[in-house]
């Protein structure tokens, strides 16, 4: 790495999302039934589906409820939690491999 905020943010992302996700994962067992990776890819894909309506109305023109907007980007991080957890993915872990691999060089 060549850049010092890309440093510092590959830091920040790999020990500051482990403990949100293992969070995620103690709320989700607790609260839920278990479900498989499919059915949180799937829920991903939908809540993902949701925000991009809303920002799609707004492009046209149409008004949005900012609430409304915050609440489905909620939605798709809680999705994505899930995912990663089902599948038994580290995602700062995976999220900081990947700043690593895309920081630009010409920064």
């Known amino acids: 790495m060549n ?5 510092s943010l590959v830091k ?11 969070g995620f994962d103690d709320y ?5 039934i278990q479900r498989p990776p499919e059915f949180f890819a799937l829920e991903l894909c939908g ?3 949701e925000l991009a309506n809303l920002e799609k109305k707004r492009w046209k023109g149409a008004p949005t409820d ?3 907007v915050a609440d489905e980007a909620a939605d798709v991080l809680i999705a994505l939690m899930n995912f990663c957890n089902a599948r ?4 700062g872990a995976a999220v900081a491999g ?3 691999r895309i920081e630009p060089n010409n920064l």
Do not use: M, N, W, Y
């Open 88 to 91: 038994g993915i580290d995602l």
């Open 47 to 49: 809540e993902a589906g």
């Open 66 to 68: 900012e609430a409304h």
């Open 12 to 22: 920040t992302v790999s020990e500051g999302l482990r403990p949100i996700q293992r």
């Open 28 to 32: 989700q067992t607790a609260c839920f």
């Open 98 to 100: 990947k700043l690593e």
């Open 3 to 7: 850049h010092p905020l890309c440093e």
